[in-house]
Every structure is written in structure tokens, then in C-alpha cells.
């Protein structure tokens, strides 16, 4: 069976320590075969600071609060018994998406625009922001979420998306990062 992948909730702002605390555990334990890659996607953006002398960069993780494992699952699409082990006794790991204690695998299409994420970023390329002035959107996160608004603007330099959102009977711009938000 080809390895597939797997999606990990984990503490946030540990994802960089969850992955190499796997790597390092799945190295030690010869689990190598069975898991492989263990992956934070991050992405290059331009400083939303701009300072005086050029451009500045930050790296920025495409999935706060998610680590991305690549495995092969054994009978009945269970990981062995070592390697839940292996995984659930790692600091600041939480648990797998899925139902009925089984993670449930990322959809091909979903890891295949990951992975071409990570490859633009890695090449220093911009990411492509998949919203349009005037379509609905739904705030997931920070100060205004589940709020719902209207993308105003894409601001592909900064890497951000304005949404204008009616707070107290007012439309008001609002800048947010792309993964702050949904399509409605």
C-alpha cells in the first residue's frame, strides 16, 4: 500500500518542534518505512513592516496548528501500533483528523496543491491567493472571526486580503492573511 497523507492537530507555535521531535523519534525507532515525510508548510511572504533599505521576508506557516504526515497505513487503514505510539507520546501533538479513532486521508488534489504551495514558496515565488474582489467570505480566525464580508482588495505584495465587514452598522476594511479566511 502507497503511503498517504495525514493530517496532525498540535499545539500551536510547536509545529516546527513536533516535526523534528518525529523525525528524530521516527529515525531512532526505524519507522522509516512506514512514515516518511513529516512536513510544516511555511511560505516566503514580503514583511507586512516595511522598512527603509529593500524588502524584508518572513516565513509564515501556511497551516498554524497542523503538522502534515506522510504514512502507510496497516490492515483495516490502522497505523501499527508503534507508530501511534511513536506519534501520540510526542510533546504537543493533539490528534489525527478523521472519525471513529481512524485519520482520514488528505484528498490527492488537496495534497498536490500543498505541495506545489511549498515548491512556489521554496522558489520564492508568491502564493496564489484563490479570492476575487466582491466574493463572499467567512473570518476563521483572529479578532473577527465568524464575522462574514466582501473581499474589497488582494493585496498580493503584502500577501493579504481586505475584507470589508459591517461592524456595528458600518462597512469597514479590514486586512487579513489569505488563511484567515473562507469562501462562503
Known amino acids: 500500500m502507497a503511503k498517504q497523507w495525514y493530517v496532525l492537530r498540535v499545539a500551536s507555535n510547536k509545529e516546527g518542534q513536533v516535526r523534528e ?20 508548510p511555511t511560505e516566503r511572504r514580503p514583511s507586512p513592516r516595511n522598512r527603509p533599505g529593500g524588502k524584508k521576508y518572513v516565513e509564515r506557516k501556511m497551516y498554524p496548528g497542523y503538522v502534515f504526515v506522510e504514512m502507510e497505513l496497516g490492515g483495516e487503514g490502522r497505523i501499527s501500533e508503534e507508530a501511534w505510539f511513536l506519534i501520540r507520546e510526542t510533546t504537543g501533538v493533539g490528534d489525527f483528523i478523521g472519525a471513529g479513532g481512524k485519520p482520514t ?14 515548491e512556489k514558496s521554496k522558489e520564492g515565488g508568491t502564493v496564489n491567493v484563490e479570492f476575487q474582489k466582491g466574493e463572499a467570505v467567512k473570518i476563521k480566525e483572529g479578532a473577527f472571526e465568524n464575522f462574514e ?11 493579504l486580503i481586505r475584507v470589508i465587514v459591517t461592524i456595528f452598522g458600518r462597512a469597514t476594511p ?3 492573511e489569505y488563511w484567515q479566511v473562507e469562501k462562503v
Open 105 to 118: 486521508a488528505m484528498a490527492q488534489g488537496d495534497v498536490d496543491k500543498m505541495l506545489m504551495q511549498i
Open 174 to 176: 479590514v486586512e487579513l
Open 149 to 159: 464580508g466582501t473581499v474589497d482588495e488582494v493585496l498580493i505584495d503584502k500577501g
Open 21 to 40: 521531535a518525529l523525525e528524530r523519534k521516527v529515525k531512532i525507532e526505524g519507522l522509516d518505512v512506514e512514515i516518511g515525510r513529516v512536513l510544516v
